[in-house]
């Protein structure tokens, strides 16, 4: 399988916007829509922290992936956190995330990242099992910890 994967831009917000709507309330992560676009605008008009990649056809995308960018003196360079995968239900299943978990980090390695990183959900299994397909390991003796500033 090869899915297609566009690197969206200030054109795409308008498709993003629904699919991240349904990712939010799928996760139970309280945003609005002013919230979600003020966030993802500034990746969809370059900034060099991060890229959102469209998942299927550019016109009608059946999901999105988030990166931001990091530097990582452990891993020697840049590095990667996938802040958000999302497929829409009606078409998960199809390999679609795993085709997404392989060819992207091949062309982020190329590209100089030295790291991809994600967070998942210590309840959900399906979740678990994709990422360790895609060869994701949990990292022994490291939980991820946050302050919302």
Excluded: C
């Excluded at 059946?62 to 960018?69: A, D, E, K, N």
């Amino acid at each position: 399988m090869s899915t297609r994967l566009h690197l969206a831009g200030p054109d795409d917000l308008e498709r993003l916007m629904p699919l991240t709507t349904a990712f939010s309330v799928e996760t139970g992560i309280k945003t609005d829509d002013d919230w979600r676009r003020a966030a993802v605008a500034p990746l969809l008009e370059g900034s060099p922290h991060g890229a959102v990649y469209l998942i299927g056809p550019q016109k009608a995308p059946v999901g999105y992936i988030i990166l931001s960018f990091g530097w990582s003196l452990e891993f020697g360079g840049m590095d990667g956190f996938v802040d958000e995968l999302y497929i829409r239900p009606a078409v998960r299943g199809r390999g679609m995330a795993t085709d997404v978990l392989y060819s992207l980090p091949r062309a982020l390695r190329d590209a100089g990242l030295k790291a991809l990183h994600l967070e998942v959900n210590r309840e959900d299994a399906s979740a678990q099992r994709l990422y360790r397909k895609a060869h994701f390991q949990l990292r022994g003796g490291y939980s991820l910890m946050s302050l919302k500033l």
